[in-house]
């Protein structure tokens, strides 16, 4: 067969040689130890957490080695294509500090010299190679139609596996050179698939950066390349994006595993080094019932980037979480470095937690809270703002309004030495502090305790005075006496029977109704930020 030949009648068209486009595409300069990595999604129209998960390992990969983090839409998939890929994930990477390097906008603006970024714009480039390819001896077109022929062919040769190589029954792969002019003749349109030299009994040992060595069996299936619509597959166009893109480090989920074989005969047909592989474990949940299942977007609404701004989740509550999920050392490290920068991390890729990472929602609130209670009052109405404008624009006039009370609110048990730890994301603000915008409409009262609770409220419309913080305190105390509550807490647990409760005990009722709730930040500085006028008027709405 006149290989020569066959690929120019194949791509008479295709004007670049392999060559040139290197020449495009010299090596990256880089320091000792710089990593290329590439966040590779395809457009779905919004950002999986699991991509995100896998991109701040690109990032952090890239970011400390002083190498290059870019973006490449992988749009081949016409069917799945959605407009503005790029701006989505551009979007929600700079929200969280990690824009790349390297990235285009669609119809815009292109940053970095190894572009195109879109995969659909690249074309040229993978035909090149598919025709270099075919010139060698080791592509060949293929005629079959998706829906005939080919099925029951790949069938048949995976029933055959352990025969090695079957491709000799494959109807296209031995088509003489006057069979496909004729194909091509009558209009016929053509795949590109690989010509495998593969043997299936065979296991190749894979050196992955999060799971360790893998025995996989050897490549032998005839994959195709470029499908029909001369558009490559995943598999092709990656081993041609990342040769040409400069990746040193290709990070991917491990459903791309199985196809792992298929890439490093790829790469060697094409002659080129293969990068180091990460594949990342899928990201699971717990169910109601306490299975682990995956993380899907259809069930789960944490499963989309957009679910963690429209609550106002801190973005490096989330980016601290995932660092936990990735890296099993994390948890030590910030027990040890409470407020250190995330950066200082002594993040490893290599030494990715290889078991199913669970997300629990809970326990990012818990490091939110923790984040969010290292904030300044002001740092916590600016991100408040910020989320509303976004989120909530029904609040924002009277955020803005009220910058000084609603600062205040913020600061509530704030500046001591063990801030509170209540707000994880900026959604609950209204409904945490509902009662700083209106009198309660609930009260948490015990029926038994109803009248006790009505007494003191009444008792104490004369007692009142903000003061002073001990002046309040000593009033209450004062009160408490008078009524026959123990105001010292060892007499009281000696004979309780001789009181009718204790200071807390009147505390808690005058807390409630103020807040509506047994508990709450400091009720002095709430009755304070109310002022006295408002506080008298909610205790006469009681009794
Ligand atoms: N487009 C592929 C995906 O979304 C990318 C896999 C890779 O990063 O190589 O799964």
Redesign the pocket.
Known sequence: MDYQKLAEMLFPNNKMTVEEIEKKYPKRDLPKGGEVT?????PTGFMHLG?FY?AIIDFNLAKRTGGVFYLRI?DTDKKREVTGASEIVMDVLGRYGMTPDEYQLKGGVTVGDYGPYYQTERAEIYHAYAKKLVAEGKAFPCFCKKTEGLADVQEKREKNFSLGKIEEKDPCRNLTLEQIEENLKAGKKFAIRLKSAGDGTKKIKLNDGAKGVIEIQENAKDAILLKDDLMPT?HFA?AVDDTLMGTTV????E??LPSYPLHVEIFAALNRPQPKYIHTPLLYKFNENGNKIKLSKRKHPEADMRFFQNEGYPTEALVEYLLNLINSNFETWRKQNPTADLMEFPFNAFKITANTPIFDLMKLNDISKESISHYSAEKCYENLLFWAKENSPENVEYLEKQREFVTKILNIDREKPKPRKDIFKWSMFFDLFDYMFGAPKTFEVEESERKAYENVIRAYKKYLTLSSKEAWFENVKKMAAELGYATDNAEYKKNPQAFLGNTAKVCEYIRVAITGRKNSPDLFEIMTLLGEKEVQRRLSLIA
């Open positions: 590439r966040f590779a999604p395809s991509g896998q992988e995943y990656h290709v990070v991917r989920g459903e791309w």
